[in-house]
């Protein structure tokens, strides 16, 4: 069985190196490479992927019990090269605590499967970047 649901985000420019995303609920998202106190694309993509995980992991786990602690650190090489640029050696590490009893054991013993589960099957933001999605780009003149 297949499902196919376009998602997409309009952008803005609103100076120099710096944009604005908006869903289709209206959020805004303001960045971009010259932003201040803003996310870079970069970090977006990183954040992504860690929160795409986060999503998946926390419902799994928080079934059995809530967490005490719960971080991910997604990190990446930026390669700059005669090839182009491009993130390499992406890492995601997860710092989960539950509490001490029945339930916080059974919530621990769900992470590894929850962390696995998401990695193989549902984070759509990792697992396209691991897929090596083409991206195809238009130009619409907007005169």
């Given at each position: 069985m297949s499902e196919t649901v376009r998602r997409s985000v309009t952008m803005e420019r609103l100076d120099t190196g710096v944009y604005r995303a908006t869903n289709p609920d209206g959020i805004e998202l303001t960045f971009g490479s010259m932003a201040e106190d803003a996310f870079s694309p970069v970090e977006l993509l990183l954040a992504a992927i860690g929160g795409c995980s986060a999503v998946d992991v926390d419902l799994m786990?928080?079934?059995?019990a809530d967490p005490e602690r719960f971080e991910i650190e997604v990190s990446a090489d930026n390669v700059r090269d005669d090839t182009g640029n491009?993130?390499?050696?992406i890492e995601m590490t997860f710092r989960v605590t539950f509490p001490a009893g029945t339930d916080g054991d059974k919530a621990r013993d769900r992470l590894p499967a929850a962390v696995r589960n998401s990695q193989e099957r549902t984070c759509t933001a990792s697992r396209t970047v691991e897929a090596g999605t083409p991206v195809t780009v238009h130009i619409e003149d907007g005169a």
């Open positions: 786990t928080t079934r059995r491009r993130l390499e050696d």
